[in-house]
């Protein structure tokens, strides 16, 4: 019969075992408890922005939330669909992208800026290509098209960070690298993405290019 | 030698060797990696997402890429500073210089004292001096902007708050340089037993509160024109319409940017003196036969932290009162210093303390370390006779109690430990944390206090004057204002608002001394309803005479036809009524009185408008009557100078390059970008190493069981 080694007497060894079997489990319990939040609050947060959607007024996706949903992301070459909160708090990115106060929101004139934690809502970014096309819903159900036009890293020790509010770009900035544990790292990768004009406005733009 | 052929966990060992050095040399390993990585976790706790210190709007760099050019315009600064007594009177030169091979029309947001009364300012061009004029802002920016468009260089200079100004420069030709220079008054600070005074260098990003206007309806200056338009990193608000004003770029040292200053300092303090320091910099002192000449050690320094200068008389030698006049034309100007009673302090009465702690994101760094170290100094200090609570704000206010406590051993360790878990993350959204501290319990018997521990960082300063003056009530508002640049407008006009007083502390070593002297405070003003005999026609300001705390002198300004043979000052102490009386025999006649007077009036002046006596229309002529006629800076006059010859005159080449001089991130602060990572793969890499290590050790174990 095999003795199993922690029936019986309990060893120094044993217990320095079931200690560490045990502090493993709340590590992965940790890591699976904030990767499972980040999924599971999504579709909740998919439920609020339909809400606000329909009624035009600010939705909790939880009673006790202390953020609301701002903008759809899609990202269709990336299969991705995220809903972004109000705010880059902690609090928020722990449940969705967050939209970066004091940035201008979707269909507004500005710079708008959104981050997301790189180990998940923003995992996808490293693979995101310039020219890749994602779209940003507003708040009044219109969607606007964005072309990926670059990709930086930077440093945040030492480089500006361009937020032009005379432009109307949009800014995803998550941590770089991507598959680094350090939890504070020092770098940050943003993607850079311009609007592509409606159809009528490129007309237009291409007869004054013409005169 | 057949042993070794039958497999190891079928031999039965009654006396198993043991192998205690793998064993022991594996485990070590393991605690090793684990502790290590333990401490990794423990020392990045700070980077946790789930509590992170988060970018707020008032911590952004930004540097517009469109055509705003943050590289081109070098900037270098000199002040040179006399003071004579308690009156600063400084020459500030900023000299830009041009690095590029265009033109380049620059702008540069930079702060001065909150007291500071600009009243002069000239521009050179090679040796050529052009004087500038005072103007109505309005048609200061007119006149400006026709001379850049006509190729003539030119500077504007503008108040945005008290303390923030900004400054334009057109036309500035490739490679060559134009001095701006201005000339602004001060009063140093007394207290107790020694002087100081502080010139800002940079400021902390403000926080904007409100929400964005749409661009259609922005306040016309900000988008009226090209040259003007000078866009920041915020947007104009409901709260906050100047927000682009109000919100340059930052640069840090690392970025290569560098703003240097260098100054000189020649100190006439009429006392003999016993020290002189600066707290934030290494000075050179030469003591001569007119005072002393002091310089900085190393010559130059980073404009990233505010100087302040301490000198210290004597101790017999300290000051108790004093009298200075100026005469302009038909009218007498006069400033007069008198030093509180010294009474015993009185015996502490029961009060109720609410602490307020900003933990918004422009307290990361040094900041959040210094505003903690005060407040766990403050609570230790508390006795059974307090009650305090604690309220710490972002976003939103949280408070530690419900209700103030009494501060026992229990409550006072709950609020240390409570201290001590703070992070500094998110806005700065000051209205709620105020009402909620003011809203706190009322009781006439107790004395009911505010401390308000803040960098100030915030841009609708004005709105919240307001709400202290409607709030406060009963309550006393003390501010302590953290950091290397904290928005002293905000840090001495809430205090003044709130009847209290305000303390800095720019450095943790700060902390006891800064502390204690509050607390001194704390315990009660030493003189009430304060009046001065001043002649029964002078205009006199501050018109009502604020409480006296300890050590802090009263100073009050008068413009009057006659100096009378003495000016009488009275008002209660706790056990008597205090009077004196300061002759003018030995009054001093200085320039500059009469400036500091009419920065008093304005300052007055926007108090009744923030109180609804005045409409914003009449704030606005009086203000411009009173700057204009003593050739005075403020919201609503400006400073213009335009050079007589035209410089560029290739009006069909390219238009000059828009440039920005950016602001050095203050010492000790951090840029707050998001935290975008999360402890996920770390701990799914402890949880690995764990896993592995208990593994191992069964592996061991069952293998050694069965050996």
Redesign the interface.
């Known amino acids: 019969m095999i003795?199993l080694?922690f029936a019986g007497k309990a060893?120094p060894?044993?217990l320095?075992?079931?200690?560490?079997?045990a502090?493993?489990?709340?590590?992965?319990g940790?890591?699976l408890w904030?990767?499972g939040k980040a999924v599971v609050a999504q579709v909740l947060i998919k439920g609020a922005w339909e809400d606000t959607l329909e009624t035009g007024a600010e939705q909790k996706p939880w009673a006790w939330a202390?953020t609301w949903p701002v903008a759809a992301i899609h990202f269709p070459s990336q299969n991705e669909k995220l809903y972004a909160l109000a705010?880059?708090?902690?609090?928020s990115?722990?449940f969705g992208p967050?939209h970066?106060?004091?940035?201008?929101?979707p269909g507004?004139?500005?710079t708008k800026v959104f981050?997301?934690?790189?180990?998940?809502h923003?995992r996808f970014l490293e693979h995101v290509a310039i020219g890749e096309v994602f779209n940003i819903q507003q708040k009044d159900g219109r969607w606007q098209h964005y072309r990926v036009a670059d990709t930086r890293i930077v440093d945040?020790?030492?480089?500006?960070?361009?937020?032009?509010?005379?432009?109307n770009e949009v800014q995803l900035?998550?941590?770089y690298p991507f598959?680094?544990?350090?939890?504070?790292?020092t770098k940050?990768y943003i993607v850079v993405g311009l609007p592509i004009p409606p159809a009528s406005e490129r007309g237009r733009q291409l007869a004054r290019l013409r005169m | 030698m057949i042993k070794k052929r039958i497999p190891r966990d079928l031999i039965f060992d009654p006396y198993p060797k043991r192998k205690p050095a793998v064993f022991r040399r594996f485990?070590v390993l393991?605690l090793v990696g684990?502790s290590t990585a333990i401490a990794a976790?423990h020392v990045?706790a700070?980077?946790?997402?789930?509590?992170?210190p988060?970018?707020?709007?008032?911590a952004?760099?930004?540097?517009?890429?469109?055509g705003l050019r943050?590289d081109v315009l070098h900037l270098n600064t000199h002040a040179d500073i006399k003071i004579n007594g308690l009156l600063v009177d400084v020459t500030y030169h900023q000299r830009f210089k041009n690095r590029s091979d265009e033109w380049v029309n620059g702008v540069y947001t930079f702060p001065l004292p909150e007291n500071a009364a600009v009243n002069d300012m000239t521009i050179r061009i090679g040796e050529r001096i052009i004087k500038g004029e005072i103007k109505e802002r309005a048609d200061a920016r007119k006149i400006f902007e026709k001379a850049v468009k006509e190729g003539r260089r030119a500077a504007l200079t503008e108040q945005q708050r008290p303390n923030l100004f900004t400054q334009r420069i057109g036309n500035i030709p490739p490679g060559e340089e134009i001095e701006v220079t201005l000339r602004f008054l001060d009063i140093a600070r007394f207290q107790r037993d020694h002087f100081s005074w502080r010139l800002p260098t940079t400021l902390t990003p403000r926080f904007?509160p409100g929400t964005?206007l749409?661009?259609a309806d922005p306040p016309v200056e900000v988008v009226n024109s090209q040259l003007s338009g000078f866009?920041?990193?915020?947007?104009a608000t409901d709260e906050v319409d100047d927000a682009?004003l109000i919100t340059p770029?930052?640069?840090?040292a690392?970025?290569g940017h560098s703003n240097p200053l260098s100054l000189t300092v020649s100190l006439q303090a009429g006392l003999e003196l016993a020290r002189i320091d600066a707290l934030y910099h290494q000075l050179d002192i030469r003591k001569e036969d007119q005072g002393h000449h002091i310089y900085l050690k190393e010559g130059q320094s980073e404009m990233d932290r505010d100087f302040v200068l301490q000198w210290s008389p004597v101790a017999s030698a300290s000051p108790t009162a004093a009298l200075f006049q100026q005469q302009l034309g038909n009218e007498k100007y006069a400033m007069l210093m008198v030093m509180p009673p010294q009474h015993p302090q009185p015996q502490a009465l029961p009060r109720d303390i609410i602490f307020i702690i900003d933990t918004s994101g422009s307290m990361q760094g040094q900041s959040i370390v210094q505003a903690k170290a005060s407040l766990q100094l403050a609570v230790s200090k508390l006795t059974l006779n307090d009650r305090f609570n604690v309220i710490a704000f972002n976003?939103?206010p949280l408070s530690m109690f419900a209700s103030p406590q009494i501060a026992d051993e229990a409550t006072t360790r709950m609020a240390k430990g409570w201290i001590a878990a703070l992070q500094a993350?998110?806005?700065t959204q000051m209205a709620p944390a105020l009402s909620a501290a003011f809203m706190q319990s009322d009781e006439p018997e107790r004395l009911q206090q505010v401390v308000f521990i803040t960098d100030g960082a915030v841009g609708n300063e004005s709105a919240l004057f307001s709400q202290i003056k409607a709030q406060a009530k009963q309550k006393r508002l003390f501010t302590v204002g953290i950091g290397s640049a904290p928005n002293s407008y905000f840090m001495t006009k809430a205090a003044e608002y709130g009847r209290g007083a305000f303390e800095y502390i720019g450095d943790v070593s700060e902390v006891n001394q800064r502390m204690n002297r509050l607390f001194d405070r704390l315990n009660g003003s030493v003189a009430k309803n304060i009046s001065i005999g001043w002649p029964q026609d002078a205009e006199v300001f501050p018109a009502n005479v604020p409480d006296l705390y300890r050590d802090e002198p009263v100073l009050s300004f008068a413009r009057l036809s006659n100096m009378p043979n003495a000016v009488s000052v009275s008002g209660e102490t706790a056990s008597q009524e205090w009077r004196r009386s300061v002759s003018s025999e030995h009054v001093t006649n200085t320039n500059g009185i009469g400036a500091h007077w009419a920065r008093k009036k304005i300052a007055h002046i926007e108090d009744l408008g923030r109180n609804g006596e005045l409409s914003e229309d009449n704030v606005k002529t009086q203000i411009i009557d009173v700057a204009l006629t003593h050739r005075l800076l403020s919201r609503f006059t400006a400073f213009v100078a335009v050079d007589t010859q035209i410089a560029r005159n290739d009006s069909a080449l390219r238009p000059p390059l828009r440039a920005v001089v950016?602001n050095m991130l203050a010492q000790g602060q951090q840029?707050a970008?998001?935290?975008?990572?999360?402890?996920?793969?770390?701990?799914?890499?402890?949880?690995?190493?764990?896993?592995l290590?208990?593994?191992?050790?069964?592996l061991?174990?069952?293998r050694h069981?069965h050996d």
């Open positions: 003795k080694p060893t060894a044993g320095l075992s079931a200690f560490f079997l502090a493993a489990l709340l590590c992965f940790d890591s904030i990767s202390d705010g880059s708090h902690g609090s990115l722990a967050g970066l106060d004091g940035t201008a929101l507004e004139q500005g981050s997301a934690h790189r180990d998940t923003f945040i020790d030492s480089a500006p960070w361009v937020i032009d509010p005379a432009s900035v998550t941590c598959n680094s544990m350090a939890p504070n790292p940050r | 485990l393991l684990l976790l990045k700070e980077g946790d997402p789930e509590n992170a988060v970018v707020d709007a008032g952004l760099t930004a540097v517009s890429n469109n943050a904007v964005p749409q661009l866009a920041g990193w915020a947007l682009p770029p930052i640069a840090t690392s970025s976003d939103r993350e998110g806005g950016p840029l970008y998001p935290r975008t990572a999360t402890r996920a793969q770390l701990m799914l890499w402890i949880g690995a190493l764990c896993l290590a208990g593994l191992g050790i069964l061991v174990q069952w069981r």
